[in-house]
T-cell receptor
Framework: AQTVTQSQPEMSVQEAETVTLSCTYD???????LFWYKQPPSRQMILVIR??????QNATENRFSVNFQKAAKSFSLKISDSQLGDTAMYFC?????????????FGPGTSLSVIP | DAGVIQSPRHEVTEMGQEVTLRCKPI?????LFWYRQTMMRGLELLIY????????DSGMPEDRFSAKMPNASFSTLKIQPSEPRDSAVYFC??????????FGQGTRLTVV
């Protein structure tokens, strides 16, 4: 069974600084997706970034980028130039691609606070 | 598209009552998921459907919980009878094949 671990329950960062959120996962699958979702106080789950395991290049979306280390099963999220609106819970998620039936497994989340 | 639509947004009910949560997935999405979120247990997958067929309901906590998907545009999650420990935010999400899931706004359930 797949598991997703986020070892930092809470983090804080000064506005305009850079912060990195950690995620590790365990799987025997070779083909899969990894995601970072953001959940602000409004509780809406918003996709931040997606990484396909077969791609060696790390995904980037504006101020958000990942460091994907497949051998180490590590998938960290870097937020550059942090903004107050980045304050939220961040969830790392895994989805195997062996069949179209595969479910999305979430980590426990990291609560990020951006300090003015 | 309006996204995944859940109703109600908030529900307060008394212990022992039946509760029905509703979800309309995004049109064309063939997978639907029900998640429960609590402070203690985080996001738990309760059940998911593919092409309206339940694929995995191993996350359903007990027989008091049931879910149906009678057609591609509607799903329900029912709790009967409800208990205070069922209080949580319940999310519905849909997905178009092998891609990320799109979430609804969630239903905050409070059982008193």
């Amino acid at each position: 069974a797949q598991t997703v671990t986020q070892s930092q329950p809470e983090m804080s960062v000064q506005e305009a600084e850079t912060v990195t959120l950690s995620c590790t996962y365990d799987t025997s699958e070779n083909n899969y997706y990894l995601f970072w979702y953001k959940q602000p106080p409004s509780r809406q789950m918003i996709l931040v970034i997606r990484q396909e395991a077969y791609k060696q290049q790390n995904a980037t979306e504006n101020r958000f980028s990942v460091n994907f280390q497949k051998a180490a099963k590590s998938f960290s999220l870097k937020i550059s130039d942090s903004q107050l609106g980045d304050t939220a819970m961040y969830f790392c998620a895994f989805m195997a691609l062996e069949t179209s039936y595969d479910k999305v497994i979430f980590g426990p989340g990291t609560s990020l606070s951006v300090i003015p | 598209d309006a996204g995944v639509i859940q109703s109600p947004r908030h529900e307060v009910t008394e212990m022992g009552q039946e509760v029905t949560l509703r979800c309309k997935p995004i049109s064309g999405h063939n997978s639907l998921f029900w998640y429960r979120q609590t402070m203690m247990r985080g996001l738990e997958l309760l059940i998911y459907f593919n092409n309206n067929v339940p694929i995995d309901d191993s996350g359903m906590p007990e027989d008091r919980f049931s879910a149906k998907m009678p057609n591609a545009s509607f799903s329900t999650l029912k709790i009967q009878p409800s208990e205070p420990r069922d209080s949580a935010v319940y999310f519905c999400a849909s997905r178009p094949g092998a891609r990320e899931a799109f979430f609804g706004q969630g239903t905050r359930l409070t059982v008193v």
